[in-house]
């Protein structure tokens, strides 16, 4: 067994013939196609860690807007609950001020009333006090002469309660 180098070198040039032709026709498309592949997979994948980022950013604005939404829907209720007691303690001050004044009223028309009362009590004992200083007397008087003598009388201190023995308008009077 003998080696040729002849052939040696043709079958070398036959295999860098044959490297050259799918290098040329087979690895470069073979390699610009996987290029493109790991570009598009780069690409995608930084595009991923983009999309990431910004469903991150995405979630602390929300959560960030649902703080504030809180916030803000808690102020809302403090208000509301100020404003709902102010205006109960403001309903109380209006009812408390109603039931003064009706006890003011109350305590007025309770006055008048005694008042009237008093007057014509009053009115009923002179009319009593003339009847009965006329029959005693025996002496007729008119209506108008009876009321004139218990208006002095009160007038003059009779109808608050003192009285003294002999002394005063009816005393010694004989008509």
């Known amino acids: ?9 043709v079958a070398a040039l ?3 013939l044959f490297l050259a032709l799918i290098w040329t026709f087979g690895f470069r498309p073979i390699a610009s196609i996987l290029s493109d592949r790991t570009r598009r997979l780069e690409q995608g994948l930084a595009d991923a860690e983009a999309a990431r980022k910004e469903r991150e950013a995405a979630l602390a604005d929300r959560e960030a807007a649902m703080a504030r939404a809180r916030g803000e829907a808690n102020a809302l209720i403090a208000a ?3 404003a709902a007691q102010d205006l109960r303690e403001a309903d109380i001050a209006a009812t408390r001020a109603e039931l003064d004044q009706m006890r ?3 305590a007025s028309d309770i006055a ?3 008042d009237r009362a008093m007057a014509d009590l009053r009115a009923q004992v002179a009319d009593l006090a003339l009847a009965a200083a006329g029959h005693v ?6 209506d108008a002469r ?11 201190g009779g109808g608050s309660g003192k009285q003294s023995s002999g002394s005063g308008p009816a005393a010694g009077r004989t008509n």
């Open 1 to 9: 067994m003998s080696i040729n180098f002849f052939w040696v070198i």
């Open 112 to 114: 008048a009333e005694r």
């Open 104 to 106: 003011e009223r109350a």
């Open 80 to 82: 509301a609950q100020k």
């Open 137 to 142: 007397v025996a002496e007729t008087m008119t």
């Open 146 to 156: 009876q009321r004139r003598l218990v208006e002095d009388f009160i007038r003059e």
């Open 14 to 16: 036959n295999f860098i």
